[in-house]
């Protein structure tokens, strides 16, 4: 069984917890990444969720977020989330936003509350998503992207909507 990292308001660790039942109506505080991943082109890679997920099932979203494990270094807890839900290899791996938090509520009522670094990588492959996890992905160029959430809001994960405009003023959308 997997477990994430409890987190003090001030982001250090202060416990762990099962994975399967950390997010609830009072989700804790806990450690997370998202990752946005790029193809050679400049393409990025938008996922949208199974729909067996506990959170946001069958929204549009990044094209990947997980959990280290307590102690498993960020980059290769990355690398790990990659292979599980997209069957992929990153060839480079950046951390673009050290201090993204968000706290969100989806229909069910059910919680995100999380310290979540971003990350973008590089692929040169198409992925092999896994359907447990990813029920369609899509290569979107970035502009096109911008104009899909900015049109339809709902249709996209809130962690995506606020990393979106953050890693575009930094130039890495």
Same mark, same amino acid.
């Given at each position: 069984?997997?477990?994430?990292?409890?987190?003090?308001?001030?982001?250090? *660790? +202060?416990?762990?917890?099962?994975?399967?039942? +950390?997010?609830?109506?009072?989700?804790?505080?806990?450690?997370?990444?998202?990752?946005?991943?790029?193809?050679?082109?400049?393409?990025?890679?938008?996922?949208?969720? *199974?729909?067996?997920?506990?959170? /946001?099932?069958?929204?549009?979203?990044?094209?990947?977020?997980?959990?280290?494990?307590?102690?498993?270094?960020?980059?290769?807890? +990355?690398?790990?989330?990659?292979?599980?839900?997209?069957?992929?290899?990153?060839?480079?791996?950046?951390? *673009?936003?050290?201090?993204?938090?968000?706290?969100?509520?989806?229909?069910?009522?059910?919680?995100?509350? %999380?310290?979540?670094?971003?990350?973008?990588?590089?692929?040169?492959?198409?992925?092999?998503?896994? =359907?447990?996890?990813?029920?369609? /992905?899509? /290569?979107?160029?970035?502009?096109?992207?911008?104009?899909?959430?900015?049109?339809?809001?709902?249709?996209?994960?809130? /962690?995506?909507? %606020?990393?979106? =405009?953050?890693?575009?003023?930094?130039?890495?959308?």
């Amino acid at each position: 069984m997997d477990h994430v990292t409890l987190l003090a308001e001030d982001g250090s *660790a +202060v416990g762990t917890f099962p994975k399967d039942q +950390v997010h609830t109506f009072e989700t804790p505080l806990h450690l997370a990444f998202s990752c946005h991943i790029r193809d050679r082109a400049g393409r990025i890679l938008v996922t949208r969720r *199974a729909l067996a997920k506990q959170t /946001w099932p069958g929204v549009w979203t990044n094209s990947f977020c997980g959990h280290p494990r307590p102690g498993e270094d960020m980059i290769d807890a +990355v690398r790990r989330r990659a292979a599980h839900e997209l069957g992929i290899e990153l060839d480079e791996v950046t951390l *673009a936003l050290p201090e993204y938090r968000y706290r969100a509520v989806d229909a069910s009522g059910i919680v995100e509350n %999380e310290i979540c670094p971003v990350h973008v990588a590089v692929v040169d492959a198409d992925p092999v998503a896994n =359907p447990d996890e990813v029920a369609e /992905w899509a /290569w979107a160029e970035p502009d096109e992207l911008v104009d899909a959430v900015t049109a339809a809001p709902f249709a996209f994960s809130p /962690w995506l909507r %606020e990393q979106l =405009p953050l890693l575009r003023a930094i130039g890495e959308v």
